[in-house]
DNA sequence: TCCTTATATGCAACTCGTTGCATAGCAAGC
DNA sequence: GCTTGCTATGCAACGAGTTGCATATAAGGA
């Protein structure tokens, strides 16, 4: 399991509330790890418990005070620990490839839509990661700090981050069109 | 939730046991679901006393008897209903990435052995996926029957599943060229 | 004034998935 | 005779993830 982890490289990237976290899971990180917020906010706790984390009780003006966490030692070191622990590559869940063969029996074209549905969704994200790619990685590197950083492992790291997402989404969208080549090739009923 | 569904789509390519299924999600269908043989032998039970399969006893020589499982009409429509109902483009769980964007507050240069680790893992797969178009893909279509099938729709719609695998497993594989390459840049240590 | 929307946090119940363990038949080798 | 290994099925406990619901502040519009 991971969420810890994915909730402390976020929370090193930049603290937060339980509410901004469950924020940057819906773009940002959570490209490459999806959670809601009611397992943000149980995590949180326990995390908090752990002694991960610190929180800081924020009063805000026009809006519910919130508690902004951060990474506490012993969340660094567990972190630390993870990122030295061999992991295994990663079990998948393509529904749609399930899909794709169940199709065989039953009507392959009745798919069709089905597919080009998915395609427009892969074809905005990678319009959405190349948009984000252009806001913030092109032009001269420049650290939070405002200073010339020639090596900025967090920017860099991100950075090769998101083009594994886009030539995730541009393999996606070459096969979708493979298989609606493949399907169009069956005619309508069996 | 779809085990149930990708356990039909392979009863329906071939009636099986519990066991025989067990082993075709370590290959085949597992590239794109996977299961362990817990998991199966209890929703094989939920679909059985759903009326979704039927089950033979199978005695067998020199080995234990086997429960052979098949499709019933039943899960014949529930497979009908799910192939029909739209599914939303799936969540992604990437270890790797997390890892990657957390290497940035520890050691870049120490997840090299594990990138190089992952790409190792994915050139086997790619290895294994191409064999088995070779194997199974390659020659003119013939249905199992025997007969000339111009348009055998389980052999088309697995070979088009499988191209998806196996361009799933290039763009990794440069991908993660392009991360070693990444994480080369930083020195050791920080 | 009421309704909607956004911020902000949380509980409870349930389902799904993983891990560890248990059992049993039979073959092959030491 | 004993161990190892493969086939074959299963239980129990736990942990992770999902879904539905609940609560509260406050801004903005109908």
Redesign the interface.
Known sequence: M?LE??I??SL??KPGSGYELARRFERS?G????ATHQQIYRVLKRMESDGWVDVRDVPQQGRPDKKEYSVADLG?AA??S???D??E??????????????????D?T??IR?VE??RL??RDRLAHYLAGETRDFTGPAVSTAGAKAP?D??R??????L??GI??E??MI??LD??LA?LA??GPG?
Chains 1, 2 share one sequence.
């Open positions: 991971a982890h994915a402390l490289v090193l990237e990180i490209y490459f790890w999806t660094r972190l630390s993870w990122l030295h061999p992991i590559p990663e079990s998948v869940r393509h529904d749609l490839a399930v899909k794709i063969r169940g199709a065989a029996f039953d392959p009745a798919l089905e549905r998915h969704a892969h090596l492992a967090e860099e790291l991100q950075h090769v981050v083009r594994g030539a995730y541009r393999m070459e096969w493979d298989v493949t090739r069956f069996r």
